[in-house]
């Protein structure tokens, strides 16, 4: 992770097994390593306002070119290698609180499908899985006799609600991090 001014960039190798022996007789694509970059920060300090280039556009890749000018070389060049056409810029939302009045009836969700959040709190992907495992204690009590389907549904929904608020304004929290004028950490003196 690179902290820079008022926005940071993640890079990473992605790198890719051999794949099986089974994966051509499948139609399966061989995918080669690559590096994988993101700038992220606000719209408005990126240099987008409110319209988004297209994606692969030259827009994008003089945007790069003008947010990385003050970085070492190295690194200008090893990101000037990606491919224009590879290029997208995409905004990053979060759902807004839930909300036990507008809860629509006889509707169940779970994951990104109720509460979207920013990458930056890590926390997407174990909020879906617990949404998973509350949802199916909630079906087995059914299942069991224990309680009733429109009273599982509801203490699900119940519980969701109170766990995706706290995931979304956790990630939302931590997302800022990156771009705060003062340090969020403690320094050595």
């Known amino acids: 992770m690179v902290f820079a001014d008022g926005f940071a960039a993640i890079l990473a190798p ?24 993101a700038l992220i920060g606000p719209s408005g300090r990126l240099g987008f306002q409110d319209l988004l280039p297209p994606p692969g556009g030259a827009a994008l890749v003089t945007q790069l070119h003008a947010l990385t000018r003050a970085w070492h070389p190295d690194l200008r060049s090893l990101l000037g290698r990606a491919e224009p056409a590879s290029l997208v810029a995409l905004p990053i939302r979060d759902a807004a609180p839930l909300d036990a009045r507008t809860w ?3 509707v169940t969700f779970l994951g990104d499908a109720i509460h979207v959040m920013s990458p930056a709190g890590g926390l997407g992907a174990n909020t879906a899985f617990a949404d998973a495992a509350q949802l199916s204690a ?45 340090p969020i950490w403690p320094t050595a003196t």
């Open 14 to 37: 992605m790198t890719f097994p051999a794949p099986p022996m089974c994966a051509a007789k499948l139609g399966l694509t061989p995918v080669r390593d690559d590096l994988y970059f």
């Open 138 to 182: 909630r079906l087995g009590a059914v299942a069991a006799g224990r309680a009733s389907l429109s009273e599982a549904l509801a203490a699900y929904a119940d519980d969701l609600r109170r766990r995706a608020t706290a995931a979304v304004r956790a990630s939302a929290e931590a997302a800022t991090i990156p771009f705060a004028s003062a």
């Open 104 to 106: 629509p009836e006889g």
